[in-house]
């Protein structure tokens, strides 16, 4: 069964960095794509970044230029690298497998001042 754990969430200032992992376990990773989603309260789940498994990389136009997704296929793991964090960017942040209906437990995201 396939398992994806997500930490590295956090309290953050406007301008500040985090950056999220996502541990997973029961399927091949490195033959797959990734994919790092948000939910905000009070909207759908927005697919903010995907990496292929030969690592080409996509972003939403919200997060373009700021976010960065990359894997690591030694520890299964993809991670999610924010800089310049706006208060929009508020939210659970999820991963999965492209194509999967697994998913994680997510790990909450909040800009404030």
């Known amino acids: 069964q396939e398992q994806l754990v997500e930490s590295g969430g956090g309290l953050v200032q406007p301008g500040g960095s985090l950056r999220l992992s996502c541990a997973t376990s029961?399927?091949?990773?490195?033959?797959?794509?990734m994919r790092w989603y948000r939910q905000a309260p009070g909207k759908q789940r927005e697919l903010v970044a995907h990496?292929?498994?030969?690592?080409?990389?996509m972003y939403s136009d919200s997060v373009k230029g700021r976010f960065t997704i990359s894997r690591d296929n030694a520890k299964n793991t993809v991670y999610l690298q924010m800089n310049n964090l706006k208060p929009e960017d508020t939210a659970v942040y999820l991963c999965?497998?492209?194509?999967?209906?697994?998913w994680g437990q997510g790990t909450q995201v909040t800009v404030s001042s």
């Open positions: 990496i292929s498994s030969g690592r080409n990389t």
């Open positions: 029961g399927f091949t990773f490195n033959s797959y794509a």
């Open positions: 999965t497998r492209a194509g999967s209906n697994y």
